[in-house]
């Protein structure tokens, strides 16, 4: 079964500095994997998906994320932080099932940015 | 603007008795899908539809049920099966299952 660890339940950074967040994922097949960021009290918003195409992919507010198969990894980075990046971080994978393929969330990382 | 809305956005519940959260989309997206976030987890799923007059069970149905009558339209009824329904509760729409998933802003249910 398809499954994500997100490997720090928090991280702090000051403001300008670089941003990462960690992801190892575990699935039999070349997976489909998710970023998704939720601020306090809402829902969640998708920042960037990996399907198979290129494997350093680009998303929303300047965050990247790499996929390495090698190190079953889904590394989510930003070169520098912005106060309103705080916010909590979801790795999430889609499994794998014939038909409907539900999304595996991870337990999330919380971002703290100080200035 | 489309998306989704939820509501209401703080819901209160005593002990036996049901309450009903509300998710409406205007995206014209086909499957639906409800999910219970608690503290210190990530999400799991309720209940998804992938078409009206649809639905299927989630990892955690138990407790909850749903309707799909209407395209635009999941409600999502917490019972008082439902042992421990204090969480925030988030609705999400895809174009089609398997799409990635837009999500409204949540219902966090408290007992009373």
């Known amino acids: 079964a398809q499954s994500v660890t997100q490997l720090d339940s928090h991280v702090s950074v000051s403001e300008g500095t670089p941003v990462l967040l960690r992801c190892n994922y575990s699935?039999?097949?070349?997976?489909?994997l998710f970023w998704y960021v939720q601020h306090p009290n809402k829902g969640l918003q998708l920042l960037l998906k990996?399907?198979?195409?290129?494997?350093l992919v680009k998303g929303i507010n300047g965050f990247e994320a790499e996929f390495k198969k090698s190190e079953t990894s889904f590394h989510l980075t930003k070169p520098s932080a912005h106060m309103s990046d705080a916010a909590e971080y979801f790795c999430?994978?889609?499994?794998?099932?014939?038909?409907?393929?539900?999304?595996?969330f991870g337990t999330g990382t919380r971002l703290l940015v100080s200035p | 603007d489309g998306g989704i809305t939820q509501s209401p956005k703080y819901l209160f519940r005593k002990e036996g008795q049901n309450v009903t959260l509300s998710c409406e989309q205007n995206?014209?997206?086909?499957?639906m899908y409800w999910y219970r976030q608690d503290p210190g987890q990530g999400l799991r799923l309720i209940y998804y539809?992938?078409?009206?007059?649809?639905?299927q069970k989630g990892d955690i149905a138990e407790g909850y049920s749903v309707s799909r009558e209407k395209k635009e339209s999941f409600p999502l009824t917490v019972t008082s099966a439902q042992k421990n329904p204090t969480a925030f509760y988030l609705c999400?729409?895809?174009?089609?299952?398997?799409?990635?998933?837009?999500f409204g802003d949540g219902t966090r249910l408290s007992i009373l």
């Open positions: 999400a729409s895809s174009t089609r299952p398997n799409q990635p998933q837009h």
């Open positions: 990996y399907t198979s195409a290129a494997t």
């Open positions: 995206l014209n997206h086909d499957a």
């Open positions: 699935s039999s097949y070349s997976p489909s």
């Open positions: 999430v994978v889609r499994s794998d099932d014939t038909g409907f393929q539900k999304l595996v």
């Open positions: 539809s992938q078409i009206v007059n649809d639905f």
